[in-house]
């Protein structure tokens, strides 16, 4: 299995950035797709974005135009920036992976532990 650890959240006011960085760690599947998910406590845990194994992107559309997700192969890290921060924003952050070349839609293989994001008012 992957190990996959979350860093660079914390807490921002409204209409401020955040980038989220995962690295991954352990065997590297040979061909994967990446994507970051975010829950609230008492609610179901939602895909906030995805890049494929080609490099296909893919966001919800509550974050579309504000939050763009990359990889750097090299470094087996993938980002999550976020732009244009709002209060609903705020959850537990995590990514997650696969193996196969797209993720939106189905089940991930390995997931990282989260990292909280909290935007204020």
């Known amino acids: 299995a992957q190990v996959l650890m979350e860093s660079g959240g914390g807490s921002v006011q409204a209409g401020g950035s955040l980038r989220l960085s995962c690295t991954i760690s352990g065997h590297t599947y040979n061909g994967y797709c990446m994507a970051w998910f975010r829950q609230v406590p008492g609610k179901e845990r939602e895909a906030v974005a995805a890049i494929d194994s080609e490099g296909t992107t893919r966001n919800t559309d509550s974050v579309k135009g504000r939050f763009t997700i990359s990889q750097d192969s090299a470094k087996n890290t993938v980002y999550l920036q976020m732009n244009s921060l709002k209060p609903e924003d705020t959850a537990t952050y995590y990514c997650?992976?696969?193996?196969?070349?797209?993720?939106?839609?189905?089940?991930?293989?390995?997931w990282g532990k989260g990292i909280p994001v909290t935007i204020s008012s």
């Open positions: 997650a992976t696969r193996a196969g070349w797209m993720c939106w839609g189905y089940d991930m293989d390995d």
